[in-house]
């Protein structure tokens, strides 16, 4: 039979078909066929087609793992799911018959042709079947599957089903299938009393476990049951030869689940094997005591000696011998008959063996004529001496006097020449005497007072040992001696310490007198300074100690206390005083978020003992791998970080003898900082010969200066620095007697306008502005900042205005109509004046009173309103040509309207021929007289007309440029 997988199904390509019935399925299926079709058109109807048949495609005995391909035919073509195919599920499956029986074995869909269903069933470790076949009629399950006929009949598993397990045409009838799993290897022989392994395997890993029953013969003994764990496939069994009849004989094994006939047992033969004559020693114990008391076991036990093999019709004599194992030199440990006799038709004869001397392992052997012979051990217990009295005496003695210990003791007879005692004078130090012998008295002295437990342990020969009970206490008492004791042995140096500052110690008298009359102890200590006791001390009558205070003065050192009394050896004691570092230590570090380049500043402060105040000395250890030692209390020390980042401060203090770590550490953030820099122009700056001069100050002020003079200073803030508060305020006077004022404040961090002039009046005593240390973009990046600032010098004393190009005309008078205060050309400066007095210029006037001026103002005056050249105003009206000199102060004093010049009409004479009248020449306070240094022509843009009278008073109190203070006359 061959199988191949083609298109996703099993096509049976050459069919052999078993002994009990083979015919062409082809032919068969198309005769059914014929039949239904004439049937369907005699009745008129047809009815679902049946199974005829099942089969295996393959008869013969199957093993684990092997494939068997079942075939169900029907008499019909068919269809699965509606597909003659079968190809489209769900898939029927068939259940199958087979041992251990309890778990449903599937033999699963793999194909349809025609008539016929293809199943397989793949063999598992452990099963077994005689004949194959399927469990009962209704073993076809559909599983959800529809199985149909061409003619779309469904046929029913239930009603129709399978033909019986027991019919001819059903898998069993049709074929020979049979499924052995199970083997047994192992050897085939086995000889009497001796074993064999036999392994039981079940032809591969299970996934549960396997129970197997044994069936032994007589002549064989093993276990059973035995189990194939889960997972494995296999387990061992141990079987053992049997002393009888020898032979060949069978094992069976038989999993459980398999038929209870037989017919699947695993049958293994083996031969036992016959053994020539032979003894063997049975019953009885092996262990025993050397004496009928105090042991663990009995000191005898009855042994038997069996023969085997050979004729029993004469008696036996057998030769009984012994052999010490652990020392050949001891052949009395257990005493045993020398020979035995086994009575003529019996097997066995029972003898003694009794324990002597232990601890012993003894084989003893029997041997006889014609047979092999028999050993056997016997282990003999040793029994421990038995102590019948013991004492120690005296029990108080004086230091260097006997005590006296005997013992006597009682052992078994071969263990009695060999009992040795050990007494133990001092169970602390284990001093001992050994090899002490029983009843002879042995002699100790102590050297040391005190209390001691005394022990004794009695040994025999063999190891046994036994502890008498109880103890003895000695007491030894000592001679006459002072002692000091009690209290700690380190103390500190002051309170506050790891230790105490003091401890009180005991001087004790032993010996005679101990509890006598008074007792002065004199006390002193070496070297002096590091501790102190009392002088003296004293011992109350009928008391044996008094105690005192040792107190640490200064450490770190050892110092030894003498005690000494009339008729008592001097005694010493050691103390050790030990250094109390420094304490109440205080730190201040600052500033904590300095920038780079700043100075930080630390100090410290510490207590310490009298004697240890001039040495403590402080190490700064700042963090970036520099530190500065030996640093004293309350000193000022300063640091500079290089680089930005983060430091860790840390202060260690010491005294010189010990040190502490402070436990405050300081964490300082050093930042790269923000850089603000002022420029202060100096006189001679731009071609200025009239700059002020001020002072400068921030708010807040700057972590540091990296530059601080006169004309430039760098200041440096912390990162956290959003805005500085820049004050400038004037020199009022300066070194050379000159007012000076704010001229402007220029800077990239002021506003969006870069370098935007700012003015300020000569009533501002100082001026603040505010400057930003941030992006213009982004208000938490830091960045640096320039600022210019300018001050303004008089151009004379005493005229309390700025002129910081030294012109003569006021830095704001120029600002205001538009002059240009840094330059001295043309209307700029004094060049546009025609009388080379340097007062302030302008074009035009307006002295009509209904019209307005730019600040809401009458434009007629009293005296008008004087018009910049370059400001635009529509109430301008001209009346006259272009006039250069127009507010003109020569600080002359003049009263023109007094007695000094009668008939002289301001408003008509030209006094001076200059072509302005005088009233003109008045009205802006000029002198109409002098007629010098004018150049070019001036013309009178308006005549004053009617009866206009001007006071000098009011000349002098409105129209004058430098606020109300006169000039010296020119």
Known sequence: MNIEFNNSRYVEKESNMSKKGAWSLLSRGWSRLIMATAALSLAGAVQAADIVSVHALQDGTYNVGDEIFIVVTFDDFMKLNGDPDGEVGPFPYLTLDINPSGVERRAEFVALFGTDFYFVYVVKPGEFSADLNYANKSSLKLNGAKIQDQWDMVWNYFLQGLPEPTDPSSLAGMSDVRIETMGISGLNSVDQGNSVNLVIDRGGAGTSQLTVNMIYPPQITGPSPVYIPAGSDSVSVTVQGVMGTVGPVEIRARPLGYPANGDGDIIHNISVVGLPPFLT????????????????????????VKRWGGSNQQPLVVDLSMTNLLDPQVLNAVSIPATVTIPANQDTVSFTVVGKDGAYIIEITGTATDYASATRQVQVENINPVIGSASVTPLTVTVGNNVSAIFNATDVAADLAGLRGRWVWDITTQESTTNALNNVAVQHSYSEPGVYTVQLYVTDKDGGMTKYSPDWTVTVEP??????????????????????????????????????????????????????????????????????????????ATATVTATAAGYTAVTRDIDVRNVPPWNIGATVGPLNPIEGEVITAQFSADDVTADIPNIRGTWIWGDGTQDANTMPGAA??????GPGSYIVTLVVTDGESQVQYTTQFNVEVSAGITLNVNIPANGAEGLENIGTGSITFDPAPSRFAVNTATFISAQFRDSVRTVNVTATPHQPDANGFNNYHFQFVSDGISEANGQPLAFGNDVASATVPVSLRSDNNAAEPQDRNLTVWFSREWMQGDNRGDIDGDGLTDEWEIKYGLNPRSVIGRNGGGGCPTGDRLPNAPYVILNPSILDPDGEPAGGPFGYPIPVTETWTGYAPVGPYFNNRLQFRGQTLDIWDDDFPGLDPTMTDSNGDGINDGWTYYFWANAINDTNFVGRAYDPETITGSLVIPNATIRSLFNPRANNLLPAS
Do not use: M
């Open 637 to 642: 020390i300063s640091h500079t970080y290089a």
């Open 479 to 556: 001679l006459p001696y002072i002692e000091l004791t009690g209290g700690e042995t380190t103390i500190a140096e002051a309170a506050g310490g790891t230790y105490a500052n003091t401890t009180t110690w005991t001087i004790t008298r032993w010996g005679a007198g101990a509890n006598g009359p008074p007792q002065v102890v004199n006390l002193s200590i070496a070297p002096g300074g590091v501790a102190k006791v009392p002088n003296s001390v004293t011992i109350a009558s009928g008391a044996s100690s008094a105690n005192f205070v040792v107190e640490g003065i200064n450490g770190s």
């Open 281 to 304: 020693f049975e019953d009885g114990l092996t262990q025993l005591s050397e004496g009928t008391s105090g042991g663990s076991y009995p000191n005898a036990t009855s042994w038997t």
